[in-house]
């Protein structure tokens, strides 16, 4: 097989790899520096897509340090799909091992709150369940079957993720005290918002979205969180258009 | 649900500008002179949100261009058959006026890297590229135009020039051509070409598209001058001049704005599509 491209290819991740031999300048001598373009281009526009996608984490770190690392793990790891939109699902697990930053226990689960975002943003249209569903009968209420829309995503974290998005969020918060927090990213309309999960509400949605009945989800997450709030859980679902009564479900 | 009887089928001979959703309300305010607008497959290859609610509306009004950055048409490697895919699901919603990729290759051995990286023109990569356009066309049941690149380098293996390379594309697969005159401008300054002689030994009977551009200036290690693609500035005069010349060959033909990186206010992209509409209207 002709070994052109693959040559190429490996000489652009790696600096240190001599620039491959037939590439020349329009006078014939060796390519040189020319061939540092395309090194530039790829790491420089790998870099940038990064640098965009993970605005929380950039902003923790700053965006100096961020594009050091992210220099780092576009060569480690590059791209494996022409969906940059998609690109950078193994920051989190890249940030965790990366030295200088272990120190910094939460970043990963930001980074993951980062890409949430970005798939909430890009996921499927569903319209959300009205509220008037909930005016019915109680047997009704009760066999009521809901799911997550396609742009509604859950992140369990150790860490308080949603009081560090929103200090660093344009209208700004407390200094967060350290304890575990569950986020549900959503999107009522175009664009995708974390919104703070009271304790149990994560089990619930999740229930709901497994097709268990609006009955059968509330005692699930009665049998894991005794002080389960079912009002201030639905309140925030409905809020955020997380639930869908649609029968169309597409992910 | 996209109304698809409403959509216009071929791009009209006006200026036209690279679409970014933060110019969505002013474009549709103060659309100026433009008539149409291009857009980057890959970015709207997502599920649902607001990328394709903007292309909705604005595809009521604008014709649209679709124009793709990650098939890797020029890759020695088969093209994604899922990228093809997605390829297909967009132009079906969407039914562009036009559908255009470029002479280069992105992905190789499944790694995607982002950039569109130049191709040694043998009979070998001819006949590669050939059946790779022809799947494009199959698949999409339509025609494609192919982009000529913009060159940093060259390959000492080369058997054709660039131009007679296209020109046989276009007689094997019945593809059109998208002349990108900055590419032109980029490739003939960097390998000591004449940007009037590569002009004149282009395919023009195939040209259904013409782009412009900004580029940034650089050096190569002997200090003879590098011109780079970079999509960030304005387009320079030499290139204005470059298009001129083009339009007085080709007649009207619809003309592009390209500014992909430092985005400017809509203003700035609206002007440089106003002086590439009184580039065509000097033709007209």
């Known amino acids: 097989m002709n070994p052109v491209q693959r040559r190429f290819r490996e000489a652009l991740l790696d600096a240190e790899r001599a620039v491959p031999p037939d590439l020349q300048d329009g006078a014939g001598a060796p390519a040189g520096r020319r061939f540092s373009v395309y090194r530039n281009n790829v790491v420089v526009s790998l ?19 961020f594009d050091a690392l992210a220099a780092h793990f576009v060569r480690k790891h590059p791209p494996t799909s022409p969906l940059m939109m998609y690109y950078g699902d193994a920051l989190p697990e890249f940030l965790g091992s990366f030295e200088p930053l272990t120190h910094i226990g939460y970043l990963p689960d930001c980074a993951r709150l980062d890409i949430a975002m970005r798939r909430s943003y890009h ?9 008037s569903a909930f ?34 969020s ?35 949605l999740e229930a709901l979205d497994a097709g268990r009945s609006f009955r059968d989800a509330h005692d699930h997450a009665l049998q894991t969180t005794p002080k389960f709030d079912l009002a201030q859980a639905l309140t925030i679902a409905l809020q955020s258009g997380a639930l869908t009564d649609s029968k169309t479900k597409d992910r | 649900m996209l109304d698809n009887s409403r959509r216009i089928d071929r791009l009209p001979n006006n200026a036209g500008v690279g679409y970014k959703p933060q110019h969505f309300d002013d474009l549709r305010a103060d659309p100026g002179p433009v008539k149409w607008i291009e857009i980057h497959a890959e970015n ?59 002479l280069a290759w992105s992905t190789h051995d499944g790694q995607f890297l982002n950039d ?25 049941n ?40 900055n590419n032109v401008f980029v490739s003939a300054t960097n390998l000591g070409l004449s940007a009037d002689g590569y002009i004149d030994a282009f395919p023009l009977h195939a040209v259904g598209e013409i782009h412009v551009g900004g580029h940034d200036e650089d050096t190569d290690d002997h200090g003879a001058p590098l011109l780079i693609d970079s999509h960030g500035k304005p ?50």
């Open chain 1, 135 to 168: 005016q019915c009968a109680p047997e009704t209420l009760i066999a009521l079957r809901l799911a997550l829309t396609p742009a509604a995503i859950i992140l369990r974290s150790a860490w308080p993720v949603f009081d560090i998005w929103r200090m660093n």
């Open chain 2, 142 to 181: 339509r025609q494609m135009l192919l982009e000529n690149p913009s060159s940093y380098l060259s390959f000492a293996q080369s058997t054709w020039s660039e131009t007679g390379f296209l020109n046989e594309l276009v007689r094997r697969t019945g593809c059109g051509l998208l002349l990108d005159v």
């Open chain 1, 170 to 204: 344009a209208e700004g918060g407390a200094k967060p005290r350290v304890m575990a927090q569950d986020v549900l990213i959503a999107r009522p309309d175009f664009d995708p918002a974390p919104y703070l999960l009271p304790p149990g509400a994560a089990d619930w």
């Open chain 2, 44 to 102: 709207y290859m997502g599920a649902g949100g607001r990328p394709l609610a903007q292309m909705r509306v604005l595809s009521e009004r604008f014709a649209v261009s679709v124009h793709g950055v990650g098939l890797s048409i020029g890759g020695e490697t088969p093209l994604d058959p899922d990228h093809l895919a997605r390829l297909k699901h967009l132009v079906e919603w969407l039914n562009p006026a036009s559908f255009s990729e470029h």
């Open chain 1, 123 to 131: 996921a499927a249209d569903t319209p959300a369940v009205d509220p």
């Open chain 2, 116 to 140: 569109l990286l130049p191709l040694p023109y043998t009979n070998e990569t001819l006949a590669q590229v050939a059946n790779h356009i022809d799947q494009v066309q199959t698949t999409l």
């Open chain 1, 47 to 65: 870099t940038q897509a990064l640098h965009d996608a993970f605005p929380l984490t950039r902003k923790l770190i700053g965006a100096q340090s």
């Open chain 2, 235 to 284: 387009v320079d005069d030499p290139v204005w001049a470059l298009l001129d010349k083009t339009l007085a060959k080709t007649g009207l033909r619809p003309v592009l704005v390209e500014w992909d990186n430092d985005v400017p206010d809509w203003t700035t992209l609206r002007s440089e599509a106003d002086r590439a509409a009184q580039a065509l209207a000097l033709v007209a």
